[in-house]
C-alpha cells in the first residue's frame, strides 16, 4: 500500500518535472502514467502489491472530483444567468460526444468475444 | 450557563471552519452518503453519488455560510490525490495491453472524431442559444481531465475555475446518461463503450465505466489520457489560427 503511493508519487513527481524542463502541454500525471506503464511493460507484469493498491484508489475515482464539483457554487451567478445555453450545450455536447466516438470506433473495430450481449454479469473478468 | 455554552459553540465553530479537518470530513461522509443512496435505491445512474455529494456540500456551505476557499482548504488532500490516480490508470492499462494494440487505428480514428465532436457541439450548443463569449471559451476543453482543460481555457481566454465546473458537470451527466446515449447508438463492444466515455468525460466517465466492466475501465481511461493530449495539444493552436 504504502510502496504503491510512493511509486505512483514517483511517477506523477518524475511527469511533473519533466513536462516543465521540457515545456510539453501535457501535465505531469498524465505523463506519469506513461511511465508507471513503461515499468510494468520493462517488469512484464503487476506486483500483486500494486494491482491491490491502484485498484483501490480506481474503485473510489469518482469521490476525488467532488471538491472540484463543489466549485459549482461560486459560478451560481452566471449559471443561472446563462442557463438554458449551458444546461443545452452541457447535456448535448456531452451525450453526443460519448455517442460519436463509441460509434466511430465500434464501426472500426474487429469484433471480439468480449461483448456488451454475452457479458451479463457487469462485475466481470478482464 | 446558557452564554457559556454558546461561547463554547462559537468556539468550536470558529475552530472547524478554520480547520481542514471539517472539509475533508464532510467531502468523505458526503460522498457516503451519496454511495449508500446509490447502492439503496438500486444502483440507478441517475443517483450518481458525485452528484448527490456536491449537491449536498454546496447547499450545506451555501445554508452555513462557510466560503467555498475555506471548504477547499480541507477538501484539497482528497483533490490532490487525482494526481496519483491518473497515474495508477497504467495498471487497467497493462491489464488489457493486448486488447489496446490491436484497436490502435481505431482508437486514434475514434479520438479525433470524438474529440473534436464533443468540444464543437459544446461552443456551437452554447452560441446558439446565447451563450457569452466566456462561457464559450469556458466550454471548448470541458471533455477532459480538470487540469488540462483549465490550462486550456486560460490559453484560449476563458476562465479556468468556471471550465472546473463545466469539466465535472460534463462527467456527471456522462456517468448518468451515458449508457442510455450508448444504447441508443447501439454500440455493444465494451472497448467502444469504454473509449467514448473516457474521450467524451474524463475521469468521472471513467470511474463509471471501471464500475461496469475492467475492459471498458481501460479503454476509458486511455481515451481520457489521449484527448487530454489531443486537446491541449489541438485546441490551442486551431483557436490562433483562427481568432
Wanted: charged share 10%; glycine share 10%; aromatic share 8%.
Amino acid at each position: 500500500m504504502l510502496g504503491t503511493l510512493t511509486i505512483l508519487l514517483l511517477c506523477q513527481l518524475a511527469g511533473e518535472l519533466i513536462a516543465r524542463l521540457l515545456h510539453l502541454p501535457i501535465p505531469g500525471p498524465v505523463l506519469g502514467m506513461l511511465f508507471l506503464f513503461a515499468g510494468l511493460l520493462l517488469r512484464g507484469g503487476v506486483p500483486r502489491a500494486i494491482q491491490d493498491t491502484a485498484g483501490g484508489i480506481l474503485r473510489h475515482l469518482s469521490l476525488l472530483f467532488i471538491p472540484a464539483g463543489v466549485g459549482v457554487m461560486t459560478h451560481a451567478d452566471r449559471l443561472s444567468a446563462e442557463a438554458l445555453p449551458i444546461i443545452l450545450a452541457l447535456f448535448g455536447s456531452t451525450l453526443f460526444g460519448v455517442a460519436v466516438t463509441a460509434k466511430m470506433m465500434a464501426a472500426l473495430l474487429r469484433p471480439t468475444s468480449a461483448s456488451a450481449d454475452e457479458a451479463a454479469n457487469p462485475g466481470a473478468k478482464p | 450557563m446558557n452564554g457559556a455554552l454558546n461561547n463554547d459553540l462559537r468556539e468550536i465553530w470558529v475552530y472547524l471552519s478554520a480547520s481542514p479537518l471539517a472539509g475533508l470530513t464532510m467531502t468523505l461522509v458526503a460522498y457516503q452518503i451519496g454511495l449508500w443512496v446509490f447502492e439503496r435505491f438500486g444502483r440507478r445512474p441517475v443517483l450518481n453519488p458525485v452528484l448527490i455529494a456536491v449537491l449536498l456540500l454546496a447547499g450545506m456551505l451555501t445554508a452555513s455560510g462557510i466560503e467555498y476557499r475555506t471548504y477547499f482548504a480541507g477538501a484539497q488532500f482528497v483533490h490532490f490525490l487525482l494526481g496519483p490516480a491518473t497515474v495508477a490508470l497504467a495498471v487497467p492499462l497493462y491489464n488489457q495491453f493486448r486488447q489496446v494494440r490491436q484497436s490502435a487505428l481505431a482508437m486514434l480514428a475514434a479520438l479525433l472524431v470524438g474529440s473534436a465532436a464533443s468540444s464543437l457541439s459544446a461552443v456551437a450548443l452554447a452560441w446558439i442559444f446565447g451563450g457569452s463569449a466566456a462561457t464559450l471559451r469556458s466550454m471548448a476543453p470541458k471533455s477532459v481531465t480538470s487540469p488540462i482543460a483549465m490550462g486550456v481555457s486560460e490559453q484560449i481566454g476563458g476562465l479556468p475555475s468556471l471550465t472546473a465546473v463545466f469539466v465535472i458537470l460534463t462527467g456527471i451527466i456522462a456517468a448518468t446518461f451515458g449508457t442510455w446515449a450508448l444504447n441508443l447508438v447501439r454500440v455493444k463492444d465494451w472497448r467502444a463503450r469504454g473509449f467514448g466515455m473516457g474521450v467524451a468525460a474524463h475521469g468521472i466517465g471513467t470511474a463509471r465505466a471501471l464500475q461496469v466492466n475492467e475492459v471498458a475501465g481501460a479503454f476509458a481511461g486511455l481515451g481520457m489520457g489521449l484527448n487530454g493530449l489531443a486537446t491541449a495539444l489541438l485546441l490551442p493552436t486551431l483557436y490562433h489560427l483562427f481568432w
